[in-house]
């Protein structure tokens, strides 16, 4: 790729260019989900940036606001051709802009976090990408059903707990996707678990998977897994402070296989990390 000129232009992607930053994405090891594309435009067509040399583009960055207090920065990448020219910097400091005012998390890969330090943001926590295989369990829990069995109201009351602000849109697209299984455990009427499992360009993963107690976070991987094929690679993005995270990984037999830093600017929201199992996605949270 050649940049015969210096025709710098910043603008919101429309929806056929976030296909440019999925692809990217899946070029970096990063492995997105088939469906991801239209999940995240749902969740604010807005955020998402294209960085354009000459109209060609040359970089990418998401900027997601959700609700009023939170907002989330991914799809950070600059063509190889244009590194270090200072194409990147141009763009970030734009996704700053239109996060201005509200807590700004990301997932930044680690050598990077000196670079994010400088723009404000704190070290919160690790996520640990695992990689496993999956298997079959002898017998499923009972009281398991389709999250789309039960009242998205409930559902969305349920998963606020576990994220900095509401995120409606990304929920009900996120939870309806094609090439993905979405579960929940009720116990009575109340909603105590749930999670998604998503046909990925390399096996699937799981995410988010929030549950009360590891016990119910477990029958939820043995209920996802039975969704895809015996013997197919599935992954799942911990974060290192839930120990007993940790422990079911090990139980799958599961390897780490990428990491990221977990970091925020402004008041680090405060989730409970114990019943968090498994994030959503390191490009939206």
Same mark, same amino acid.
């Given at each position: 790729?050649?940049?015969?000129?210096?025709?710098?232009?910043?603008?919101?992607?429309?929806?056929?260019?976030?296909?440019?930053?999925?692809?990217?994405?899946?070029?970096?090891?990063?492995?997105?989900?088939?469906?991801?594309?239209?999940? /995240?435009?749902?969740?604010?067509?807005?955020?998402?940036?294209?960085?354009?040399?000459?109209?060609?583009?040359?970089?990418?960055?998401?900027?997601?606001?959700?609700?009023?207090?939170?907002? /989330?920065?991914?799809?950070?990448?600059?063509?190889?051709?244009?590194?270090?020219?200072?194409?990147?910097?141009?763009?970030?400091?734009?996704?700053?802009?239109?996060? *201005?005012?509200?807590?700004?998390?990301?997932?930044?890969?680690? #050598?990077?976090?000196?670079?994010?330090?400088?723009?404000?943001? &704190?070290?919160?926590?690790?996520?640990?990408?695992?990689?496993?295989?999956?298997?079959?369990?002898?017998?499923?829990?009972?009281?398991?059903?389709?999250?789309?069995?039960?009242? /998205? *109201?409930?559902?969305?009351?349920?998963?606020?707990?576990?994220?900095? *602000?509401?995120?409606? $849109?990304?929920? !009900?697209?996120?939870?309806?996707?094609?090439?993905?299984?979405?579960?929940?455990?009720?116990?009575?009427?109340?909603?105590?678990?749930?999670?998604?499992? !998503?046909?990925?360009? &390399?096996?699937?993963?799981?995410?988010?998977?929030?549950?009360?107690?590891?016990?119910?976070?477990?029958?939820?991987?043995?209920?996802?897994? #039975?969704?895809?094929?015996?013997?197919?690679?599935?992954?799942?993005?911990?974060?290192?402070?839930?120990?007993?995270?940790?422990?079911?990984? $090990?139980?799958?037999?599961?390897?780490?296989?990428?990491?990221?830093?977990?970091?925020?600017?402004?008041?680090?929201?405060?989730?409970?990390?114990?019943?968090?199992?498994?994030?959503?996605?390191? *490009?939206?949270?």
């Amino acid at each position: 790729m050649s940049f015969p000129s210096q025709d710098y232009q910043i603008a919101v992607m429309a929806r056929e260019e976030l296909s440019i930053a999925i692809d990217w994405a899946r070029a970096e090891g990063w492995n997105p989900g088939l469906q991801d594309a239209d999940c /995240f435009y749902a969740a604010d067509p807005q955020g998402f940036l294209v960085g354009k040399l000459d109209r060609q583009p040359i970089a990418t960055i998401s900027a997601v606001k959700y609700g009023h207090s939170f907002g /989330f920065i991914g799809f950070y990448i600059v063509h190889p051709d244009a590194r270090h020219q200072g194409y990147g910097i141009q763009i970030w400091q734009r996704a700053i802009e239109i996060l *201005e005012g509200r807590t700004i998390g990301l997932d930044g890969v680690v #050598a990077q976090q000196e670079n994010y330090q400088k723009s404000g943001f &704190t070290f919160a926590h690790r996520n640990i990408r695992f990689a496993g295989i999956s298997d079959r369990a002898d017998q499923l829990h009972p009281d398991l059903v389709p999250l789309s069995a039960i009242p /998205f *109201e409930q559902l969305k009351q349920c998963d606020r707990r576990f994220f900095p *602000e509401q995120r409606e $849109q990304f929920l !009900r697209a996120w939870i309806d996707q094609p090439d993905a299984q979405s579960m929940g455990i009720l116990q009575g009427d109340r909603l105590c678990a749930y999670g998604v499992i !998503r046909a990925c360009h &390399t096996g699937y993963k799981i995410g988010p998977l929030n549950a009360e107690t590891p016990d119910l976070a477990d029958a939820l991987i043995q209920a996802l897994m #039975a969704t895809i094929p015996l013997g197919s690679t599935f992954y799942l993005d911990v974060p290192e402070p839930n120990p007993q995270a940790i422990e079911l990984t $090990q139980k799958y037999k599961m390897k780490p296989a990428f990491e990221t830093a977990r970091m925020y600017r402004g008041c680090s929201p405060e989730l409970p990390l114990g019943q968090i199992f498994g994030i959503t996605s390191f *490009e939206l949270g």
